[in-house]
């Protein structure tokens, strides 16, 4: 089981928000160290800094212990609670000295949602375009794209799936042209991989 795999099987034991696994996810693929750690000492961190950015703080004892539980007990966090503690603030401290930062980006759905705001796509295209960035992130192959393209390539995707023009490059709903960027190499990548997440042509 990888680290995104980690991350996403204990942010459900938690009960976390799906934009919480996702900031875990990404502060897991910034993360700079030379040897990223898929352990589940290492998972808990990534949720327990992940939850203080989006406002769905944990405690640190709860999350180890239920790390511990979802791991079969090999933390032995009734034995071991101060000691796994003290490591667990370690590996945070190198975190944020790694991708200190990290703070002020955003979550792909965040951008969606602030495309959105600005007029970029409509209702119907948003609720795709989120809908399609949750099962994205959910994939470790997305992580070598930036947030924005991302965010970008959930939106094109959006417009195919809603029937949406691409002429001269340029988006058109309903004959009327969406002001959106054209393709870059970069969001055609990632249009590249939903288009195999969800086996569409």
């Not at 996702?22 to 693929?29: D, F, P, Q, V």
């Not at 511990?68 to 590996?91: K, M, N, P, T, Y």
């Not at 703070?103 to 969606?112: E, L, R, V």
């Amino acid at each position: 089981m990888n680290l995104f795999q980690r991350i996403e099987q204990l942010g459900g034991a938690l009960s976390l928000p799906q934009r919480t696994v996702t900031r875990a996810k990404m502060l897991g693929a910034r993360n700079r160290e030379k040897s990223r750690d898929a352990g589940f000492l290492h998972v808990a961190v990534y949720l327990f800094l992940a939850g203080k950015i989006e406002e769905t703080f944990l405690q640190l004892d709860v999350i180890l212990q239920r790390t511990d539980e979802v791991c079969g007990g090999r933390l032995a966090f009734s034995r071991e609670q101060g000691r796994l503690i003290d490591r667990a603030i370690e590996i945070e401290d190198r975190l944020l000295k790694s991708i200190g930062f990290f703070f002020s980006f955003k979550t792909p759905q965040q951008m969606i949602q602030d495309y959105a705001r600005r007029g970029v796509l409509d209702s119907v295209s948003e609720k795709v375009a989120l809908t399609v960035a949750n099962d994205i992130v959910t994939e470790e192959k997305c992580f070598v794209f930036s947030t924005n393209d991302i965010a970008c390539g959930c939106i094109v995707f959006s417009f195919v799936l809603c029937g949406h023009a691409y002429k001269d490059r340029k988006w058109y709903c309903q004959d009327t042209e969406v002001c959106f960027p054209a393709c870059t190499e970069k969001v055609a990548g990632v249009c590249d991989l939903l288009c195999s997440l969800y086996k569409t042509i």
